[in-house]
């Protein structure tokens, strides 16, 4: 059996896996030598304290499967993961002192990825080593240099923060905006679970360039999160020319035809997964199954009833793009015509449409 | 006497505490505490019913897939849909996958480093050139003076049994299974769109259509796992076996087992007791029962709050009656405990009046018991008390041992089956069978049940609909079962702490051997 073990990168593996990096961050591959230079010349690897709160674990599993480098190029060439629950060969005492050394001991020096959310209305419902998670937060994200929330828990809460939110889940930006601690150096990859290209390419820029990427108003990276799914979808053309799956698990499906008509999110959701994939771009979730909106806040309540289309989407075929098209919306659009407006207005409110406002197919015409 | 606290234990799925009275270098007593609470149960309340099985997921992020399929099944089941059997058979490939990824990833990254001396492997003598390489390799991390997560562990603990050679070897092995767990679960994300939380299984079978080059490659990462499986996972085990035969003494519990079964052999009925792992439960294996009882959910599953940091109730709850609520009363931060009180978020299950673990010891009881005769689970089995010096003795699992050999010989059965159900589906397909998904009813009403193991132990949905909406939603995790608070009117403990009573304790203050106890049991 081949070990893949068996040795380190090699430079010629280093200067693609920078490169296959600069792609991903968006950069370009003028900035490779520069990136390789940020990667190897530092004295010594980064230390990164991975901490875990209200959570499922699923953002370190996801992270375990990068091979954008392999997770164990990331941990024995890349970083220098200092804690780690799921990890550290240590336990409680010993566990803990692999946080003191790191938090206490080296402040302004470590990134911080936080995974899960902070239990703000009941603390006890989420502790470790005899400490509530608001009193590690507060703790852990004021000394560190960076930090990055991963998953949806850590940025928005997650499906704990949906109603009635019965512990108070808080995500970091939340968290570190009520007590008061900088959030310029908050970077937030709300997918549930996180994507671990998020991680290494955001990780990667912040060591070459020194400062956090751009980002929108949910400190979300603009080359992740900047474009609808729904615009970059192998389906689309589908939905442009009004093939419709109707039924899950039919011929339709067989033939990858689009999938709003039984719910996808994708027109609602900003994040890249049609382009980078999942799982060493095996696959994603409108290959196999649909998008339910997971890098959006607050999904959980406002994206739900999961397998119907939801409204506030300009249909092809509804209202005349395409005489021949599909029958979408017979009903629905008296019916929707209110709600749309009331969960556009209510959207823009909030802010969720942000900065892609323009982006947002808000088109809905009457019969 | 002296008190042990382990806060956090690490190398787990989730957050727990565990506290030991330690006398004569022996544990005597033993309180485990999660220390997460979420409320899932009560955040899935009135939502559209087809939706629930997508919050119900999220319960676990390293075994998630079982989530789906029970919360899908339980939620067919409240709704009176049967799903077609190649539905069935794509769940099937979806939990192989999951578990192929989870037992490698538990024997070596959770597990392995209770056994496996990483510095020790410094001082290996080899002249194999891939060990060489990986030990030179080991050598310049340690020399970079960056221990990281490997810092303060145990190595050099006198509990550590294996030469250095064997360290090496499982320390190349631990390293190379980070790459092959990932590769198990790409095989999943192409049947399931991603991993962790597949996307293709809602209530009503399977939503989507394979295509040729997905279960191509699925079956390909199939294989390249299952090389792994055979040439290192399972001669790792026998290989470190006989140095460690004294944890064949360690972590007894009380010798209650159950299972609800896992992956379905019968597609069209999907009969429990028909499993590859099929449903059963023992009680009073210590007391020389051995016998396999069926399980009736109704009657033998009850959930005590007695310890439970949740809203008290009189007795046991079955979970269609159950009642999840936040209701702490302990000290902040959960510093200390109280011992004689409520101590834990979790709550406690019982079945047929008594605590019971669950996992793949269960699982593996189960099929070499009552499975048929030609079974797999008969012959690993059989051959591993052999190897160990137990031929005929099948009580010597009935341990620690019993729990770490029982997860790689449950994933050499599930490896050679997955390519069995892969040619399944190819046969089918060519055969022009091309029914994934049953269509479901607009807003049912009705009560559902499903009971599909997860990888850890016994996981079951309880849910109840109406007019489309979730009503009532329960679930019992394998954490329900194992690490269960005292309960019940005697305040029995749960399995866990009942296992680690006897565990013995060389120093206190690096607690090693407590860990190994927890870690059988994959918390």
Not at chain 1, 53 to 74: A, I
Not at chain 1, 320 to 325: M, N
């Amino acid at each position: 059996m081949r070990l893949l073990t068996e040795r380190p990168l090699s430079r010629r593996d280093f200067l693609k896996a920078c490169g296959t990096l600069a792609a991903l961050m968006g950069v370009g591959q003028s900035a490779v030598p520069r990136i390789a230079r940020a990667l190897e010349d530092a004295a010594a690897r980064p230390p990164v304290v991975w901490l875990d709160f209200q959570e499922c674990l699923g953002c370190t599993e996801s992270m375990t499967k990068s091979r954008y480098p392999d997770f164990l190029n990331v941990v024995l060439d890349m970083i220098s993961l200092e804690y780690s629950e799921a990890l550290m060969a240590g336990a409680g005492r010993q566990a803990e002192k692999n946080y003191a050394d790191t938090v206490v001991g080296q402040p302004g020096k470590y990134v911080l990825v936080v995974e899960g959310s902070v239990a703000t209305k009941i603390p006890n419902a989420m502790t470790v080593g005899g400490r509530t998670s608001v009193d590690i937060a507060k703790e852990a994200l004021t000394a560190a240099v960076l930090v990055v929330a991963v998953g949806n828990c850590a940025s928005f809460g997650n499906v704990q923060a949906a109603y009635p939110n019965p512990t108070g889940a808080m995500g970091m930006l939340a968290f570190m905006e009520q007590e008061g601690i900088d959030t310029g150096k908050l970077i937030q990859l709300p997918t549930c679970p996180v994507n671990p290209v998020h991680i290494t390419t955001t990780i990667s820029y912040f060591l070459t360039y020194g400062k956090v990427p751009p980002m929108d108003q949910w400190h979300r990276p603009l080359v992740h999160f900047g474009r609808k799914i729904h615009d970059e979808c192998p389906r689309r053309a589908h939905f442009d020319e009004g093939r419709f799956v109707e039924v899950l698990g039919s011929a339709e499906e067989d033939e990858r035809l689009c999938l709003y008509k039984v719910g996808c999110r994708g027109p609602h959701t900003y994040a890249d997964c049609a382009t980078v994939l999942w799982n060493n771009r095996a696959n994603w979730c409108i290959g196999s199954g649909q998008c339910i909106g997971c890098a959006e806040k607050d999904f959980w309540d406002e994206l739900v009833d999961f397998y119907r289309p939801m409204p506030g989407v300009a249909v092809p075929g509804f209202g005349g793009i395409r005489a021949d098209a599909d029958t979408i919306g017979i009903g629905l659009a008296a019916a929707t015509g209110v709600a749309i407006a009331a969960h556009l207005a209510v959207s823009a409110a909030k802010g969720r449409l942000g900065r892609n406002e323009d982006q947002v197919v808000i088109e809905e015409k009457e019969e | 006497m002296a008190k042990v606290v382990i806060d956090p234990v690490t190398r787990i799925e989730g957050h727990l505490r565990v506290e030991v009275e330690v006398d004569n270098g022996r544990v005597v007593d033993a309180w485990t505490t999660s220390t997460l609470f979420r409320g899932l149960e009560m955040i899935v309340e009135n939502r559209p019913w087809m939706d629930a099985w997508h919050y119900t997921h999220r319960v676990c992020g390293v075994c998630p897939t079982p989530h789906g399929h029970n919360s899908a099944i339980s939620l067919e089941d409240a709704a009176g849909v049967t799903p077609p059997p190649k539905a069935r058979l794509m769940r099937n490939l979806l939990e192989c996958a999951q578990l192929l990824h989870d037992h490698v990833l538990w024997f070596y990254i959770l597990n392995g480093l209770d056994y496996v001396d990483l510095v020790s492997a410094l001082s290996a003598k080899t002249s194999a050139p891939t060990l060489l390489a990986v030990q030179a390799r080991l050598k310049a991390f340690v020399d970079s003076g960056q221990l990281g997560f490997l810092d303060n562990g145990y190595f050099g603990h006198p509990a550590y049994k294996l030469p250095a050679e064997l360290n090496l070897q499982l320390a190349a092995h631990y390293l190379e299974s980070i790459r092959v767990q990932a590769v198990a679960s790409e095989a999943e994300a192409l049947l399931g769109g991603k991993f962790p939380y597949h996307m293709s299984t809602p209530p009503g079978g399977y939503s989507t259509v394979p295509h040729q080059d997905q279960i191509d490659q699925y079956e390909a990462k199939v294989r390249e796992v299952r090389d792994f499986i055979d040439a290192a996972l399972v001669p790792d085990l026998l290989a470190i076996a006989p140095y460690y035969v004294d944890q064949a003494a360690i972590g007894l519990g009380h010798g209650n087992y159950f299972s609800w079964g896992v992956i379905d052999e019968d597609l069209q009925g999907g009969d429990p007791y028909k499993r590859l792992f099929p449903r059963g439960a023992i009680i009073g294996a210590h007391q020389g029962n051995l016998s396999v009882q069926p399980v009736d959910q109704e009657q033998d599953v009850r959930e005590w709050v007695t310890s439970s940091w949740n809203t008290q109730y009189e007795g046991g709850l079955h979970p269609w009656q159950g009642i999840t609520g936040p209701d702490f009363t302990g000290s902040d931060g959960i510093a200390e405990i109280d011992r004689n009180g409520r101590y834990a978020w979790e709550k406690s299950a019982h079945l047929k009046g008594v605590p019971c673990e669950v996992g793949p010891l269960a699982q593996m009881l189960m099929a070499y018991l009552s499975g048929p005769a030609d079974h797999l689970a008969k012959k690993l089995i059989d051959d591993t008390l052999k190897a160990v010096g137990a031929e005929g003795n099948p009580t010597v699992l009935l341990s620690n041992l019993g729990r770490v050999a029982a997860r790689v010989l449950k994933v050499k059965i599930i490896a050679d089956k997955t390519l069995d159900y892969v040619a399944q589906l190819r046969g089918s397909m060519a055969g022009g069978d091309m029914e994934f998904y049953t269509p479901v009813p607009d807003n049912p009403t009705g009560q559902g049940f499903s009971g599909w193991d997860a990888p850890r132990g016994s996981l079951a949905h309880w849910s109840t609909l109406e007019d489309g909406k979730v009503k009532h939603y329960q679930i019992i995790t394998p954490s329900g079962w194992n690490f269960a608070p005292r309960a019940g009117d005697g305040r029995v403990r749960g399995p866990v702490e009942e296992a680690l009573v006897g565990t013995p304790i060389e120093d206190v203050e690096r607690p090693l051997e407590i860990l190994r106890t927890l870690h059988s049991f994959d918390p």
